[in-house]
Structure formats: C-alpha cells, structure tokens
C-alpha cells in the first residue's frame, strides 16, 4: 500500500510540475502573439505612410513559421503523459519508476522554440525601425530603441 502512495504522489508531483511549466509556456506564446498582433498593425501603419514593408512582411512570415512551431512544441508538453501513469491504468502493479528525460527534453524543445520565435519578432521590429530610417545603437543598452518591444529584450546578447 505504501508503494502505491508513493507512485501516486510521483505522479501527482508530475502532473503539478507540468500544469506549472504550461501555465508558463501559454503565457510566453501568448505574448508574443500579442507583439506579433503590434507589428502587424505596425507594418500596416508604415505602409499606408508609403513605406516598403516587404523585408519586414518577409521575416514576419518567417517569425510565424516559428510561432506556428513553438505552439506544437508546448502542446506537446501539455499532452506528454509519463509511461507510468499509461502503465499504472493498464496494469496495478506497474513500475513507479519515471524517467525524466523525454519531459526535459519536451519542455526544454518547447522553451527554445518561444525564444526562436521571440527572436524572429525582434527581427521583424528591427527590420521595420529601420525602413523607417532609425538607426540602431547596438552597443549602446540604454538606447530604449535597441528593442521595440520588451519580449526581446532578454534575446538579445
């Protein structure tokens, strides 16, 4: 009986770890669909001005690609299930043991993919301030322009 609490508390353990890690990952992607809604109108703004948005429209395109996958990839987090819980209602007397790997490897796939994501966007920003004929200090951190939206900022090295 002992053992049986024991997997149960694992599993229960597992199962609030990963409510946790998705309750962050929506949240991330929902940012940046926030931000990619803000550049879209921004595209549309610079171009009802007469601007050439064509490299911008293009690495948008490229940023929703990554999207498209960071959404995949924490999906994937959200419907990965321990084989232990499979085992455990296929048969009582399954082994608790759950290895970690294939959920690290999930939830580490689905950060990196908001990051590329992330970074896509900031490229698309840069791309369109400058179109717009700023210039960019990249070696200056104070310069608020750097990085037009905060999403970026922490990309940036």
Not at 1 to 27: C, P, S, T, V
Not at 74 to 87: A, F, N, W
Request: hydrophobic share 40%.
């Amino acid at each position: 009986k002992g053992h049986e609490n024991w997997k149960e508390a694992r599993i229960d353990r597992f199962a609030q770890l990963q409510g946790n890690l998705m309750r962050e990952l929506d949240k991330s992607l929902s940012q940046l669909k926030t931000v990619r809604a803000k550049i879209v109108a921004r595209i549309a703004t610079a171009e009802q001005n007469g601007r050439d948005m064509a490299n911008a429209k293009s690495l948008l395109a490229t940023a929703d690609l990554k999207i498209v996958a960071a959404e995949k990839a924490v999906s994937d987090v959200g419907l990965y299930v321990p084989p232990v819980v499979i085992s455990a209602k296929i048969s009582a007397s399954a082994s608790a043991n759950v290895t970690l790997e294939k959920p690290r490897k999930i939830g580490s796939t689905a950060i990196q993919a908001l990051k590329d994501a992330k970074r896509a966007l900031n490229d698309v920003v840069v791309e369109i301030a400058q179109s717009m004929g700023l210039k960019l200090d990249q070696d200056n951190d104070n310069d608020s322009r750097k990085n037009a939206t905060s999403t970026a900022t922490s990309t940036n090295q």
